[in-house]
């Protein structure tokens, strides 16, 4: 799981630049990301979510629209919902957006604080470490035949007794085919991952 590791380490980079908290979408495809990370209060979280703000808000139009950096005050993009000012009752008074990569797997992020807007520098860190954490979560674009196997087997309801059985495997031969394809499509659980190479195709 050396590459989870790496990625924590930017996460909590991006942390530290970010004190109000920051949310990241990595990979966006079909309007879903692939990794989505965020450190925002729990109830701005709560209140965006319950009013599904997020294809209302003018800072992911942005991230879909423009490359780079910009802060949220200096986005012209119209806020008929005012969710950004809504933003600032929750204590992000002054953030700024990323955007990076392909229109077919886009990266986006946002960083906030309570206190004075970034400056030049933090947005340039920021974005430097958004497009680090966007070329290191690059989804594959295949898998194994074995790892194939194994999560087709166990994404169809067989246990792990039973897939290794009809692959012709030990039952830990399996296990390490399953944690490869985790590792591979960067997923927590052998669901998680099954979906994952459901949604990009692989399966």
């Known amino acids: 799981m050396a590459p989870n590791l790496s990625i924590d380490n930017l996460l909590h980079e991006l942390g530290k630049l970010s004190p109000a908290g920051y949310f990241a ?4 495809r079909f309007a879903a990301p692939l990794l989505m990370f965020q450190t925002y209060d ?18 992911i139009a942005w991230g879909f ?29 002054y953030g700024c957006c990323v955007g ?4 077919s797997s886009r990266t986006i992020a946002g ?13 340039a860190r920021i974005g430097a470490i958004v497009l680090r954490l966007h070329q290191k979560t690059q989804p ?12 087709r087997l ?9 897939a290794a059985a009809k692959l012709g495997i030990s039952e830990s031969a399996l296990k390490a085919r399953l944690n490869s394809a985790r590792e591979r499509l960067f ?17």
């Open 187 to 203: 997923a927590r659980t052998t669901a998680e991952a099954i979906q994952r190479a459901r949604d990009f195709r692989l399966l």
């Open 65 to 93: 629209s423009k490359s780079g950096a910009s802060r949220w005050s200096e986005i012209t993009l119209p806020d008929p919902f005012g969710i950004l000012k809504e933003a600032r009752q929750f204590g992000l008074l």
């Open 140 to 151: 594959p674009e295949s898998l194994t035949p074995a790892q194939i196997e194994a999560l």
């Open 42 to 59: 729990q109830a701005w979280i709560d209140h965006y979510t319950n009013n599904a703000y997020a294809m209302r808000d003018p800072m």
């Open 100 to 103: 990076c990569g392909e229109m």
């Open 111 to 123: 960083a906030a604080r309570s206190d004075r807007e970034f400056t030049d520098d933090e947005m």
């Open 154 to 162: 166990i994404g169809a309801g067989d246990r792990h007794a039973a």
């Open 25 to 28: 979408g990595l990979h966006i």
